[in-house]
Nanobody, 127 residues
Framework: QVQLIESGGGLVQAGDSLRLSCAAS????????????MGWFRQVPGKEREFVAA????????IYADSVKGRFTISRDNTKSTMYLQMNSLKPEDTGVYYC????????????????WGQGTQVTVSS
């Protein structure tokens, strides 16, 4: 099983940028997710975890939630076993704990189709 560790969160002001990283260890990153993909979700207290973005092995077909489209960019570097989420023009509503996970169903945006969740990294955007 692959282990995922998120990093890069922090406290920023509206309009600022952050880049989150999701580093994988354990089973070989590329082999494990070669036909799958990986994704980012976020969660605030009292609300369900929501889909943010996902990417396949090649990185050629990223998908995004409508709320972040045009502001966030997902990418991955298979040589470094790391996935990234570049977040620009941050808004207070982007606040939450951001999690990365491995996708088990191609193209899915559903929480239940993801596994090997990381521990999360907190992003707080002040107005």
């Amino acid at each position: 099983q692959v282990q995922l560790i998120e990093s890069g969160g922090g406290l920023v002001q509206a309009g600022d940028s952050l880049r989150l990283s999701c580093a994988a260890s354990g089973r070989t990153f590329s082999a494990y997710v070669i036909v799958m993909g990986m994704g980012w979700f976020r969660q605030v207290p009292g609300k369900e975890r929501e889909f943010v973005a996902a990417i396949d092995y090649s990185g050629s077909s990223p998908i995004y939630a409508d709320s972040v489209k045009g502001r966030f960019t997902i990418s991955r570097d298979n040589t470094k076993s790391t996935m990234y989420l570049q977040m620009n023009s941050l808004k207070p509503e982007d606040t939450g704990v951001y999690y990365c996970a491995v996708r088990t169903v191609v193209g899915s945006r559903r929480v239940e189709d993801y596994t090997s969740w990381g521990q999360g990294t907190q992003v707080t955007v002040s107005s």
